[in-house]
């Protein structure tokens, strides 16, 4: 009897070791296979992605349309050359941005490159305020004054002014007025449509602002026959002020078709003729 009880402890023993053998086995494929999986996947993240196409996004095109997907890709097409194909890290993403941010009507641009195989190109474009026109040809500024010339593809829908611009930049021209007393002029000038912009009362009631001799305005309202002469562009709250007093006084006294010229170049007075 004591014989068979140290036989069955034997075989329970030599089936535990067994088992144990049998786990710790499977255990170790499970795991070299693991560690072989991970290994392959890393190598296959680690290889390099090459681009299979441009991803553009115009982020303000709901505002200007100056620039198009289809413009981006002439651009890099031209002045980059073949990036399709290339390694995702081998691509200039500096030289991408500076093609595109040559572009005048282009305020700023972002690229980058993403694990789907795309070029990726951000763009914002410049906002005009105003539209210079001559003789000559004509161009935007924005709101900090940066001029920029008009575009064939786009007419953006600002101000416009027109006549003896006291501006040495041609058609062309793109960038800050470097002359001081034309920087001055052009900074009053914004003032005068940055108001009118921001005014519930002024806000697209002028279709015409004429520049006369010396820089002074001259401006046609949408509608009656009336000429405001608004004089160089300073104090411009006081003069629209009484302007609107034109509106609300004179013409339901005098009748909408008595005047043709209204001025108030000089504080305190509105001349009618």
């Given at each position: 009897r004591k014989y068979r009880q140290i036989h069955k402890a034997y075989n329970r023993n030599a089936m535990s070791k067994t088992a144990?053998?049998?786990i710790n086995s499977?255990?170790?494929?499970l795991l070299?296979?693991?560690l072989a999986g991970?290994?392959?996947?890393?190598s296959a993240c680690r290889a390099p992605l090459t681009c299979?196409?441009?991803?553009?996004?115009?982020?303000?095109?709901?505002v200007n349309k100056f620039v198009t997907g289809t413009d981006v890709k002439r651009y890099l097409d031209k002045e980059y050359g073949t990036y399709i194909g290339l390694q995702l890290d081998s691509i200039d993403l500096c030289k991408v941005e500076k093609i595109v941010d040559s572009r005048s009507a282009v305020l700023k641009s972002e690229a980058f490159t993403t694990r789907d195989g795309k070029l990726n190109v951000m763009v914002t474009q410049r906002t005009p305020i105003v539209r210079f026109q001559r003789n000559d040809g004509g161009f935007y500024a924005d709101a900090k004054g940066y001029l920029f010339p008009l575009q064939s593809s786009y007419a953006s829908r600002v101000q416009i002014i027109d006549g003896e611009i006291p501006l040495k930049a041609n058609s062309g021209y793109k960038g800050?007025?470097?002359d001081p007393k034309e920087q001055e002029w052009l900074d009053k000038v914004l003032d005068v449509v940055n108001y009118m912009e921001s005014?519930?009362?002024w806000k697209d009631k002028i279709v015409q602002i004429t520049v006369c001799d010396g820089g002074e305005l001259k401006m046609v309202p949408r509608r009656g026959k009336e000429v405001f002469l608004f004089g160089q562009p300073v104090n411009i709250e006081d003069k629209f002020s009484r302007m609107e007093m034109y509106y609300s006084n004179i013409i339901p006294a005098k009748?909408?078709?008595t005047y043709t010229s209204v001025s108030v170049e000089y504080d305190g007075q509105i001349v009618c003729k």
């Open positions: 144990r053998y049998i499977i255990s170790a494929i070299a296979g693991g991970a290994f392959l996947c890393g299979t196409g441009l991803n553009v996004r115009i982020l303000d095109s709901t800050m007025v470097t005014s519930k009362v009748g909408a078709e």
